[in-house]
């Protein structure tokens, strides 16, 4: 294609039908239904490219936040251009894996691990992978496919509290490993973002307080099982102001001197990710604007004291990369507005009903004077209808769009949703028994379908089966309760 594209984003009209690199949505719309996630790699090789130069000054590891959108291919992808990855599950420690990412190169977050996730992470024995030879009795030996029981432990557990690194210290004396470990603070800096995306205020639950970090690192400066290595902050997520890095950076770096002063070096600084993106063209800095301000307060440190730095791009990597293509079924004329009804909903994409989202959305074939040139809420152009782009759930909150000036559309019409690459399939469910949507992934002219559509018959599967538990399995549990 030879037209331009949106900040290489991998999606442009070309004669009024939009195109994913040279794929027409329309022909992929037919050839695997909708409601469909469709992924640009160009536009995810281009955005990791351009995070990765914005702070090679430091010579820092960028670990993708496997959250933003796990699919195992695009890891596959992101691995290949020599992402990390950041987990915070152990279902997510097992994508990473599969996708071909080593131990080494993985950070595990998250502020609630199980005893079972961590001795996952410590050891490949214990993965979930790891299945039983015969039945689900308790004796039976475990099958570990290839790779398993050399799997070592994870490059880097970031910790959430003096309970969790105990509990890592326990598991993994007791499993005769030793931990690295970073631990997670929390800044009490306001990311001015979303309250239910904001994670580094004193109010929220991730990280540990400063004046309670020195302790942690005086408990466990000898441990056998453990090194303590680093610090970890993230403040939230998507943060458009630069400010607030600013101000955890600061944070961060104050705590790094007062741990200096009492004889314990941190060797890593894990500086999260959050980074903004445009949801409407040009409200969020790029990744070089981010880097410019950041990277003179850590060079010294970097250059001084050899500290290794790390951050975890998500939403930053894939969130433009991807749209949602979702078929309308009907429309209608309100009292108050235009409905327009689509096979894509809250049960696909989640956002826009949680948190008040903005997402661009525009009909996959248009008119000459309907093309449109950026992501904006209300484009000036003729012709256009207030719409409510809703979808088929029973509830109110089911909407991708509210008053948006949209061209008219009628029954079957394709619509696409821009920037719907980071938390849209991610966060995806069956309410309604609705089935989770394909997953397709653009390379040129190649499309390939990385996730087959749901099935009803696999979904309904679990339900079908049932197994009463013998007294035996019961007991146990009784003594404890009792």
């Known amino acids: 294609m030879s037209e331009a594209r949106w900040d290489l984003d991998g999606f442009a009209y070309l004669d009024g039908h939009l195109f994913a690199e040279d794929v027409t949505l329309e022909r992929l719309a037919n050839a695997v239904g909708t ?21 090679a000054p430091l010579g820092a590891r960028l670990h993708y936040a496997v959250k933003a959108c796990p ?32 131990m080494d190169a993985i950070c595990f977050a998250g502020v609630g691990k199980t005893d079972a996730e961590i001795r996952a992470a410590l050891d ?38 003096a309970s969790e690194l105990a509990r890592i210290a326990a598991l993994a004396d007791t499993l005769g490993t030793r931990a690295r470990i970073a631990v997670r603070i929390n800044p009490d800096v306001d990311a001015h973002t979303h309250t239910y995306t904001t994670t580094g205020k004193r109010e929220n639950k991730f990280g540990v307080t400063v004046d309670h970090v020195l302790p942690l690192f005086e408990r466990y400066a000898d ?4 090194d303590l290595v680093g610090l970890h902050v993230h403040i939230g997520s998507p943060v458009r102001a630069i400010e607030p890095f600013e101000a955890a950076v600061d944070v961060v770096l104050g705590l790094v001197d007062r741990l200096a002063a009492h ?46 730095i790390l951050i975890e791009p998500g939403r930053s990597l894939v969130a433009n990369a991807g749209v949602l293509m979702t078929r309308v079924q009907h429309t209608k004329e309100g009292q108050a507005t235009r409905f327009v009804v689509c096979d894509a909903g809250v049960h696909t994409l989640i956002r826009p009903a949680l948190y008040q989202a903005f997402h661009f959305i525009w009909p996959v074939a248009v008119r000459a004077e309907h093309v449109p040139l950026q992501r904006v809420a209300a484009p000036e152009m003729p012709d256009l209808a207030t719409s409510e782009v809703v979808g088929p759930i029973c509830e109110s909150s089911d909407f991708l769009a509210q008053a948006r000036p949209l061209p008219r559309v009628a029954r079957g019409d394709l619509l696409a949703v821009f920037s719907a690459g980071a938390y849209g399939m991610a966060m995806a469910s069956n309410i309604n028994d609705h089935m989770r949507p394909a997953e397709v992934l653009v390379d040129g002219g190649q499309a390939t379908v990385i996730a087959a559509r749901q ?3 696999d979904h309904l599967a679990p339900e079908r089966q049932k197994r009463a538990l013998t007294p035996a399995e019961l007991e146990p549990c009784n003594r404890q309760d009792g």
């Open 124 to 161: 490949g024995t214990f993965s979930p992978l790891a299945m039983p030879e015969r039945g689900l009795g308790r004796g039976g030996e475990r099958h570990l496919p290839p790779g398993l029981a050399q799997r070592g432990p994870v490059g880097l557990f970031n910790v959430e509290s």
């Open 35 to 55: 409601p469909t996630y469709v992924y640009s790699a160009g536009a995810i090789r281009s955005a990791y490219e351009r995070m990765h130069a914005a702070f």
């Open 455 to 457: 099935r009803l018959v």
């Open 71 to 102: 699919n195992l291919h695009i890891l596959g992808l992101l691995h290949e251009l020599g992402a990390g990855m950041d987990v915070v599950s152990g279902g997510e420690l097992e994508r990473a894996w599969l996708a071909g990412v080593p």
């Open 223 to 226: 441990h056998p099982a453990v």
């Open 263 to 308: 004889g314990h070096r941190v060797s890593l600084l894990d500086l999260g990710g959050g980074w903004a993106v445009d949801y409407e063209s040009g409200e969020a800095p790029v990744p070089s604007a981010y880097a410019e301000r950041l990277v003179p307060r850590l060079a010294e440190r970097v250059a001084g004291q050899g500290m290794g």
